[in-house]
């Protein structure tokens, strides 16, 4: 396909944009809507909803020139992820690249990632099957309270603090066949600090912890009250995992900022002012790819 053709020829054929997701609802949020809004005199929109393939496609296996100028990954499935993969095969553009969302879908190597990069994380230890992999000395190495949570991102944001042993085989129980992480909790103001990143602009905001009962609250922060060091971490977090569009979450201990999780892609809640950015950051990679 002549992408550069395509490109300079817009006013007469719109370029595509292609969001792939495996529910509908991500395809309707609203930093979606608004880029669409910011974006519709110049591009058309798409949805691939990956659960409905084959019925439904965005594209063909058997057109070449049937590729969309840019696919945005707004979903983390595995099969999600392999239509990107098979699509950037096939000389598509996608952001996030499968490989970079792919990379912080398991959190086991994504922190070991973040720790071998001297990204400060938790401790953390695995269990492939929670209640099944339970043994005496990882118990009594276990330095209560400890936090829990799934080993895989995309499978659930289920988290939980647990404060002594009797607790943990509770929940085990529970959980016993779940591949889980097992994390040092980190003492902190009880908000998580999130940052996203746009191609390098930063978004900011705390929002109150999942660990602490209530409602989440969020209020957002200007760039320049976030110290040095949380706004490095989250521009390095991007370079290590090949990311451009993602969000960190740290918690501010009396040590510094420790990261605790990082997000492909994710949905912006409650900001003022992304969608602008990333319509710019989509612009000028439709610049310089085609």
């Not at 900011?204 to 922060?221: C, H, I, T, V, W």
């Not at 995992?241 to 994710?266: A, C, K, R, T, W």
Request: charged share 25%; with cysteine; hydrophobic share 40%.
């Amino acid at each position: 396909m002549n992408r550069k053709r395509l490109f300079t020829s817009r006013q007469e054929v719109p370029l595509n944009i292609c969001v792939i997701v495996d529910e509908e609802r991500k395809a309707n949020q609203l930093i979606i809507k608004d880029l669409k809004q910011l974006l519709s005199k110049k591009c058309n929109f798409m949805t691939l909803n990956v659960p409905v393939l084959p019925d439904s496609r965005a594209f063909s296996q058997d057109e070449p020139d049937s590729l969309a100028h840019i696919y945005l990954l707004k979903s983390h499935m595995p099969r999600a992820l392999e239509v990107a993969r098979q699509l950037e095969a096939r000389g598509a553009c996608v952001i996030n690249s499968w490989a970079a969302t792919l990379a912080c879908q398991d959190r086991v190597q994504m922190f070991g990632r973040m720790k071998a990069a001297q990204i400060p994380v938790p401790d953390t230890w695995s269990l492939d099957r929670f209640a099944y992999g339970l043994n005496a000395d990882l118990l009594s190495s276990l330095p209560f309270p400890v936090v829990v949570k799934n080993r895989y991102a995309y499978e659930s944001c289920s988290v939980d603090k647990v404060e002594n042993v009797e607790t943990f085989m509770r929940l085990a129980h529970y959980w016993s066949a779940e591949p889980v992480v097992v994390q040092q909790y980190v003492v902190n103001d009880g908000w998580d600090t999130k940052i996203w990143v746009i191609d390098g602009h930063l978004f900011a905001a705390k929002r109150r912890s999942p660990l602490n009962a209530g409602e989440q609250d969020q209020f957002q922060l200007a760039p320049e009250e976030l110290g040095g060091d949380a706004k490095r971490i989250a521009l390095e977090v991007g370079k290590i995992f090949g990311l451009h569009i993602y969000d960190v979450d740290l918690l501010m201990s009396e040590q510094g900022p420790i990261v605790i999780d990082v997000n492909p892609f994710p949905g912006f809640r409650g900001l003022f002012g992304p969608e602008e950015t990333l319509a710019a950051f989509i612009e000028r990679r439709l610049n310089s790819d085609f």
